[in-house]
């Protein structure tokens, strides 16, 4: 079964439109197997009838972190999507895909290949940041190349888009903050490492992925899926294969102290031994460029997980971090920083959530060529 990524808004649109017209007309089974044929283009759930904030107290307003991005020179305040602690998630606000039309507030231009950074009212344990793409059916997340601690690589797609921050801190809690913004390319960006001394901040060039390898990626046969757990009643992970959000692998969770430690290294071998694990091998080596991953309760906390790729089943790089975006239910799509990437073998490890000590995962795939 082939998916394709439409990127023409106009285009994503029009299917939802018929999606809304035939899921009027017939089962949703039909529905599934001919608009996108893929659960990731249709089981995203929007939270549009939950788009108010959460009431919080004043307390919890009081200890929301201060976050700033600085680019060009010029500070920016971000504005609060997600505030967690102590097993309790909350949505401040809601991002917007676009500016307000009557002109204000309108997004900050940024340049692909720039480098932009964050600056925080206390010390965080880990950071990470993403340009998303809301509109996109289903979201597509692009994970920002980390060059600093608090230094992020642009990269991504061009257009106007969310850059979100997301942070964890030494007492268990955690927030995403975002600001609209409007990417543009550029003949010859500059990276700098703010951390850095000034002498030697000018850290030259990083080479932006080729995307053209994944220009309509289609979404790659499995082979074969097979999975680490701890837990004993797991069910099969034959079940993130049948295009059903209502059938989920469930594993006891990586914590989040776990998560941050064994994710601060770049070495795949940090990875927890008891960390359970998902692999696909995909019968082949393919060029790989995206990863579709699907939580059944996404709109209701934040996974995270980390992603590896090889070409042998025995040697592992890491390709990238990534935390969900819980807007809504059903597939979401992330791209990393050194995607296209050759391999046969895709592995999901340390998976976990910000909420409880289980997780679920309803959909995986990978997409390429």
């Not at 200890?63 to 991005?69: K, L, R, S």
């Amino acid at each position: 079964m082939e998916m394709h990524f439409p990127k023409n808004r106009r285009h994503v649109t029009k299917s939802i439109n018929n999606a809304n017209r035939l899921r009027d007309a017939v089962p949703i089974a039909v529905v599934l197997s001919v608009v996108f044929l893929s659960v990731f283009s249709l089981m995203v759930v929007r939270a549009d009838a939950k788009s108010s904030a959460d009431s919080i107290s004043s307390e919890q307003v009081k200890n929301i972190p201060q976050i700033t991005m600085m680019y060009d020179d010029k500070v920016y305040p971000l504005s609060t999507f997600v505030l967690a602690n102590g097993g309790e998630m909350n949505k401040i606000t809601i991002p917007s895909a676009s500016p307000p039309e009557d002109g204000s507030n309108p997004p900050v231009r940024v340049q692909l290949g720039n480098t932009v950074h964050f600056q925080f009212d206390r010390e965080p344990t880990k950071v990470s940041a993403y340009l998303i793409d809301t509109e996109a059916q289903p979201v597509e997340l692009y994970a920002q190349r980390q060059i600093g601690s608090n230094d992020f690589q642009i990269v991504g797609p061009e257009g106007i888009l969310n850059y979100e921050v997301h942070a964890f801190f030494p007492d268990g809690q955690y927030t995403s903050q975002y600001l609209l913004v409007n990417v543009t390319s550029g003949a010859s960006p500059t990276v700098r490492n703010f951390n850095e001394d000034s002498s030697a901040a000018e850290t030259g060039y990083i080479a932006l992925s080729d995307k053209q390898a994944c220009n309509r990626a289609d979404r790659l046969h499995t082979s074969q899926i097979s999975a680490k757990s701890q837990n004993s009643n797991s069910s099969s992970p034959i079940t993130l294969l049948d295009n059903n959000l209502q059938t989920a692998w469930t594993v006891n969770s990586t914590d989040v102290k776990s998560f941050v430690k064994s994710t601060s290294s770049d070495d795949p071998n940090t990875v927890d031994a008891s960390s359970p694990w998902l692999q696909l091998d995909l019968g082949a080596e393919k060029t790989v460029c995206n990863i579709g991953i699907a939580f059944p309760n996404g709109d209701k906390s934040i996974n995270f997980f980390r992603v590896q790729t090889s070409t042998d089943g025995e040697h592992f790089k890491n390709a990238g971090i990534a935390e969900s975006y819980p807007l809504g239910v059903g597939g979401q799509l992330f791209t990393f920083p050194d995607m296209p990437d050759k391999a046969r073998y895709v592995r999901i490890s340390d998976v976990g959530n910000i909420i409880s000590d289980q997780t679920e995962i309803a959909e995986l795939m990978a997409a390429g060529k």
